[in-house]
Each structure stands twice: as structure tokens, then as C-alpha cells.
């Protein structure tokens, strides 16, 4: 079985901590033990697992990434013009997988799992498979 949470986002990019979500997906699957894959249906969008006490830790992540790929580049063929997007999100990649221990993400203290959007504002889906062990 397939989970869906849907995600809102307001700005071209921007990160937001989705690990609330997720916990109550887990929750509600009564799932002890195994492992819990988080995946993103999108090629301008990603998830990464980073830290989520210090907001500015990923404020920085995302200003690094726009300075490193500008949204406007000449090297840049893709007619619709978001190569930045795709390009990002090949970056940080579609998927997380996060162990299941105790019917808890097996999260460490410091961690967050965080929808990545490179091309807002859009409405995003984020699929969510459980599998016990
Ligand atoms: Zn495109």
C-alpha cells in the first residue's frame, strides 16, 4: 500500500519539514519494525534528510544550491525553461529511506526529512511506502 501526503509550497525553491507527516503516516499503519521509503513524484522537486533544530541549516542549503545553479544560464537547452529545477533535484535525488524501530522513524536527533521544491509555488504529492519487516 501506497501513502499520499500533499504538499503546498509558496516560493520558487523551498524546503519544508515533512518528518510531522510522515510520523503520522507510520502512526497510522501500526508498523513496528522496517523501514519507511519516502518518495517525491516530481522531476523540479526532491526530499533530503538534514538537520531541522537550526533553521538556518537549511536556508543555507538552499541559497548554496541557487548560487551554485542559476535559475538562467546559457548553458541551458530545455525549452521550458526550469533546467535549474531538474537539475536540482537530480542533485539531492527522489527518495529517502528512513529505518522503523519501535513504530518510530528511526530519525537521528538532530534530523528532519524535507520536501525539496525547486520550481514553485505548486501543489506536490509525496509518496510514502511502509514495509515491515
Ligand atoms: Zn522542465
Redesign the pocket.
Known amino acids: 500500500m501506497i501513502k499520499e501526503i500533499k504538499v503546498s509550497t509558496s516560493a520558487r525553491s523551498q524546503f519544508i519539514d515533512i518528518t510531522e507527516q510522515v510520523s503520522r503516516e507510520l502512526s497510522s499503519s501500526g508498523i513496528k519494525e522496517g523501514v519507511c521509503m519516502v518518495y517525491i513524484p516530481h522531476?523540479?522537486a526532491a526530499v533530503t534528510i538534514n538537520e531541522n533544530a537550526d533553521p538556518s541549516v537549511m536556508e543555507d542549503v538552499k541559497n548554496y544550491l541557487d548560487k551554485q545553479v542559476p535559475w538562467s544560464d546559457s548553458a541551458y537547452g530545455?525549452a521550458?525553461g526550469?533546467?535549474a529545477?531538474?537539475i536540482k533535484s537530480s542533485m539531492l535525488g527522489s527518495a529517502a529511506e528512513i529505518i522503523v524501530s519501535g513504530g518510530k522513524l528511526k530519525l537521528g536527533t538532530w534530523q528532519g526529512i524535507y520536501f525539496c521544491e525547486f520550481d514553485g509555488p505548486r501543489s506536490r504529492r509525496v509518496w510514502i511506502k511502509l514495509i515491515q519487516d
Open positions: 522531476t523540479t530545455h521550458e526550469n533546467s529545477a531538474h
